[in-house]
């Protein structure tokens, strides 16, 4: 669903720089894809759980848009506890996946400090933020839900639930 374009402008997120360097200085690897490792909460687990940084990146089915986030600090089979978290994630859209004009990143707005909720796969699947700002539940339903809260703006037109068609997951390491 993505490549070097986006990996690129990634990249460019995680470091908070606003230009895109010469050179992807991260290194973006497959972890799971739905339509090829199973829409469970449990293949999920198995392939990305204490992976590091990850990045989710999902396919709207009604819009056909490129949605996501990054993940600083990665998922875990179990919550951390009680002020856990990180102010480094970022939820983002890529728009149509086409152009770089329709691409929006929000942050962790300062008000929340931290997303307490970006390490836990104990649920349903992938969350960021308190809204949910963006969940990704995996099952056969392919359904989540995006609702501003967290971060600093909604990555959907219309705020809700939504359905994909289809889910990546990338490790992200430095080179």
Wanted: net charge neutral; with cysteine.
């Amino acid at each position: 669903m993505i490549g070097p374009q986006h990996t690129a402008l990634i990249a460019r997120w995680i470091d908070n720089e606003s230009a895109i360097k010469q050179g992807v200085q991260y290194h973006f690897s497959l972890l799971f894809r739905a339509s090829r490792d199973g829409y469970s909460i449990n293949a999920l687990k198995q392939k990305c759980a204490d992976k590091g940084p990850v990045v989710i990146v999902l396919k709207v089915r009604e819009s056909g848009k490129l949605i996501g986030g990054y993940n600083s600090i990665g998922w875990k089979t179990e919550k951390l506890g009680v002020g856990q978290g990180t102010n480094d994630s970022f939820v983002f859209t890529l728009g149509d996946g086409r152009s770089p004009d329709g691409a929006k990143i929000a942050r962790v707005t300062s008000a929340a400090a931290i997303d307490k909720d970006v390490d836990d796969l104990a649920w349903h699947g992938p969350r960021f933020g308190k809204g949910p700002d963006l969940w990704v539940r995996m099952n056969s339903d392919q359904s989540g839900e995006a609702r501003k809260d967290t971060y600093e703006s909604s990555i959907v037109d219309t705020e809700g639930r939504f359905r994909w068609t289809d889910c990546e997951i990338f490790s992200v390491v430095e080179k």
